[in-house]
């Protein structure tokens, strides 16, 4: 039912910034707490940037806070992921993914990569 397509992958050089966009339809945006996340070949998918339900809070794994920013535009019924001085070690396919009622995410977008080069 909902549908999450991800978008704003792609090379960036060491340093440099990307934008992931998340857009959502076939529910009610405004009410799913979204959270992106990222596999690197070899590793476990780790949640990267996520929402609370309650405030519009924000929380970040420490490998990436301070330098990640999630953030959301329910007019447009989507989630960006603001990436600044991207590292190498940031390379990964990354997902936007939604939370059900079951407190879990249940919805996932297809995936962008993202590659930083040095």
């Known amino acids: 039912q909902v549908q999450l397509v991800e978008s704003g992958g792609g090379l960036v050089q060491a340093g440099g910034s990307l934008r992931l966009s998340c857009a959502a339809s076939?529910?009610?945006?405004?009410?799913?707490?979204m959270g992106w996340f990222r596999q690197a070949p070899g590793k476990e998918r780790e949640l990267v940037a996520g929402?609370?339900?309650?405030?519009?809070?924000?929380y970040y794994t420490a490998s990436v806070k301070g330098r990640f920013t999630i953030s959301r535009d329910n007019a447009k019924n989507t989630v960006y992921l603001q990436m600044n001085s991207l590292k190498p070690e940031d390379t990964a396919v990354y997902y936007c993914a939604a939370k059900s009622r079951r407190d879990s995410y249940d919805y996932w977008g297809q995936g962008t990569q993202v590659t930083v080069s040095s």
């Open positions: 929402e609370r339900w309650s405030g519009g809070t924000t």
């Open positions: 076939g529910g009610t945006f405004s009410m799913y707490p």
